[in-house]
Protein backbone atom coordinates (compact mmCIF):
# COMPACT_ATOMS: atom_id res chain seq x y z
CA UNK A 1 0.00 0.00 0.00
CA UNK A 2 2.27 2.66 -1.62
CA UNK A 3 -0.03 5.53 -0.69
CA UNK A 4 -0.69 5.48 2.91
CA UNK A 5 2.54 6.79 4.32
CA UNK A 6 3.33 9.99 3.47
CA UNK A 7 5.74 12.76 4.72
CA UNK A 8 4.42 16.22 5.60
CA UNK A 9 7.02 18.57 5.13
CA UNK A 10 6.38 22.50 6.34
CA UNK A 11 6.19 25.24 3.80
CA UNK A 12 7.72 27.11 7.02
CA UNK A 13 11.00 25.47 8.65
CA UNK A 14 11.08 28.33 11.04
CA UNK A 15 7.47 28.14 12.14
CA UNK A 16 8.13 24.62 13.04
CA UNK A 17 10.93 24.99 15.12
CA UNK A 18 9.52 27.71 17.44
CA UNK A 19 6.39 25.39 17.43
CA UNK A 20 8.41 22.59 19.05
CA UNK A 21 10.20 25.15 21.13
CA UNK A 22 6.57 26.52 22.20
CA UNK A 23 5.65 22.94 23.09
CA UNK A 24 9.08 21.82 24.76
CA UNK A 25 8.95 24.67 27.49
CA UNK A 26 4.89 24.36 28.09
CA UNK A 27 6.07 20.68 29.10
CA UNK A 28 8.73 21.56 31.08
CA UNK A 29 7.32 24.31 32.90
CA UNK A 30 4.48 21.93 33.79
CA UNK A 31 7.19 19.35 34.65
CA UNK A 32 8.17 21.74 37.56
CA UNK A 33 5.66 23.05 38.62
CA UNK A 34 4.60 19.53 39.53
CA UNK A 35 7.89 18.92 41.06
CA UNK A 36 7.74 22.31 42.91
CA UNK A 37 4.23 21.71 44.30
CA UNK A 38 5.97 19.71 47.48
CA UNK A 39 8.54 22.18 48.56
CA UNK A 40 5.40 25.02 48.00
CA UNK A 41 2.81 23.07 50.35
CA UNK A 42 4.39 19.23 51.57
CA UNK A 43 0.99 17.07 52.21
CA UNK A 44 0.32 16.64 55.54
CA UNK A 45 1.16 12.67 54.74
CA UNK A 46 4.89 13.77 54.34
CA UNK A 47 7.40 11.65 56.20
CA UNK A 48 9.14 14.91 57.79
CA UNK A 49 5.76 16.18 59.30
CA UNK A 50 5.08 13.27 60.87
CA UNK A 51 7.14 13.28 63.56
CA UNK A 52 6.29 16.70 64.53
CA UNK A 53 2.30 16.12 64.69
CA UNK A 54 0.50 14.31 67.48
CA UNK A 55 -0.94 10.91 66.75
CA UNK A 56 -4.39 10.89 65.34
CA UNK A 57 -6.58 8.36 64.87
CA UNK A 58 -5.84 6.75 61.09
CA UNK A 59 -6.51 8.94 57.74
CA UNK A 60 -7.90 11.73 59.80
CA UNK A 61 -6.87 14.96 58.53
CA UNK A 62 -4.73 16.99 60.13
CA UNK A 63 -6.47 20.44 61.28
CA UNK A 64 -3.10 23.38 60.74
CA UNK A 65 -3.77 26.46 62.56
CA UNK A 66 -2.46 29.09 61.57
CA UNK A 67 -0.82 31.62 64.14
CA UNK A 68 -0.10 35.21 64.63
CA UNK A 69 2.29 36.56 67.60
CA UNK A 70 3.14 40.21 67.59
CA UNK A 71 6.27 41.04 69.79
CA UNK A 72 6.30 44.78 71.12
CA UNK A 73 9.70 46.25 72.66
CA UNK A 74 9.54 48.70 74.96
CA UNK A 75 12.80 50.50 75.57
CA UNK A 76 13.45 51.67 78.78
CA UNK A 77 16.14 54.29 78.00
CA UNK A 78 16.96 56.02 74.63
CA UNK A 79 20.72 54.59 74.31
CA UNK A 80 21.59 53.21 70.57
CA UNK A 81 22.34 49.67 71.31
CA UNK A 82 25.63 48.28 70.41
CA UNK A 83 25.82 45.00 68.11
CA UNK A 84 23.27 42.89 66.19
CA UNK A 85 20.33 41.15 67.83
CA UNK A 86 17.42 38.88 66.81
CA UNK A 87 13.94 38.36 68.30
CA UNK A 88 12.83 34.76 68.15
CA UNK A 89 9.98 32.91 69.18
CA UNK A 90 10.58 29.61 71.30
CA UNK A 91 8.55 26.74 72.26
CA UNK A 92 8.89 24.84 75.58
CA UNK A 93 11.44 23.11 74.58
CA UNK A 94 13.28 26.40 73.25
CA UNK A 95 13.22 25.30 69.76
CA UNK A 96 12.19 28.31 67.44
CA UNK A 97 9.02 28.22 65.95
CA UNK A 98 8.89 31.03 63.76
CA UNK A 99 11.75 32.78 61.54
CA UNK A 100 13.97 34.96 63.49
CA UNK A 101 13.78 38.79 62.94
CA UNK A 102 16.64 40.78 63.44
CA UNK A 103 16.43 43.78 65.61
CA UNK A 104 16.59 47.27 63.87
CA UNK A 105 16.70 50.32 66.11
CA UNK A 106 13.46 52.18 66.39
CA UNK A 107 11.30 49.21 65.29
CA UNK A 108 9.14 48.35 68.01
CA UNK A 109 6.68 46.03 66.91
CA UNK A 110 7.80 42.81 65.16
CA UNK A 111 5.07 40.27 63.80
CA UNK A 112 6.11 36.54 63.07
CA UNK A 113 3.85 33.64 61.83
CA UNK A 114 3.61 29.53 63.03
CA UNK A 115 1.78 26.48 61.43
CA UNK A 116 0.80 24.08 63.75
CA UNK A 117 -1.45 21.10 64.42
CA UNK A 118 -1.17 21.55 68.35
CA UNK A 119 -4.32 23.10 69.95
CA UNK A 120 -2.18 24.71 72.81
CA UNK A 121 1.31 25.47 73.92
CA UNK A 122 3.77 27.51 75.60
CA UNK A 123 5.23 30.28 73.72
CA UNK A 124 8.17 32.72 74.77
CA UNK A 125 9.79 35.63 72.97
CA UNK A 126 13.45 36.53 73.66
CA UNK A 127 15.59 38.79 72.21
CA UNK A 128 19.25 37.24 71.48
CA UNK A 129 22.48 38.68 71.02
CA UNK A 130 24.10 37.88 67.51
CA UNK A 131 27.69 38.08 67.15
CA UNK A 132 28.96 40.37 64.60
CA UNK A 133 30.54 39.52 60.95
CA UNK A 134 33.93 38.88 62.66
CA UNK A 135 32.61 37.48 66.08
CA UNK A 136 33.08 40.30 68.24
CA UNK A 137 30.29 41.15 71.00
CA UNK A 138 29.75 44.55 72.04
CA UNK A 139 30.63 45.63 76.01
CA UNK A 140 27.56 47.40 76.12
CA UNK A 141 24.64 44.70 75.58
CA UNK A 142 20.38 45.15 74.92
CA UNK A 143 18.99 42.65 77.05
CA UNK A 144 15.40 41.95 77.75
CA UNK A 145 13.25 39.54 80.37
CA UNK A 146 11.95 36.45 78.24
CA UNK A 147 7.80 36.54 77.99
CA UNK A 148 6.29 33.75 78.29
CA UNK A 149 2.62 33.01 77.22
CA UNK A 150 0.09 29.54 77.79
CA UNK A 151 -1.72 29.90 74.32
CA UNK A 152 -4.82 28.69 72.59
CA UNK A 153 -3.94 28.07 69.06
CA UNK A 154 -7.00 27.48 67.41
CA UNK A 155 -8.76 31.27 68.08
CA UNK A 156 -7.43 33.22 65.60
CA UNK A 157 -6.56 36.18 67.46
CA UNK A 158 -3.03 37.75 67.90
CA UNK A 159 -0.84 36.75 70.54
CA UNK A 160 0.91 39.74 72.38
CA UNK A 161 4.59 39.33 74.06
CA UNK A 162 6.45 42.81 75.80
CA UNK A 163 9.66 42.69 75.89
CA UNK A 164 11.50 44.94 78.58
CA UNK A 165 14.65 46.49 77.13
CA UNK A 166 17.56 47.96 78.89
CA UNK A 167 21.06 48.50 77.66
CA UNK A 168 23.81 47.05 80.09
CA UNK A 169 27.08 49.79 80.08
CA UNK A 170 30.30 48.36 80.64
CA UNK A 171 31.76 48.48 83.61
CA UNK A 172 34.22 51.34 84.61
CA UNK A 173 37.46 48.56 84.79
CA UNK A 174 37.10 47.05 81.53
Do not use: W
Not at 138 to 167: K, R
Amino acid sequence: MPGLHREVKSKNPTAMKTLNIVIATSLLSVALLSCQKEDIAPSPASSSLKSETPSEPSGAPHKYNYVVYEVNLIPSADQVPCGQYEIRILDATGKTVAAPQEYVYGVTSYQFVEFTTLTTGTRTAVLKSVPGPNGTMCESQLHAEADANFIQFGDEHTHYFDLMTSVDSPSPGR
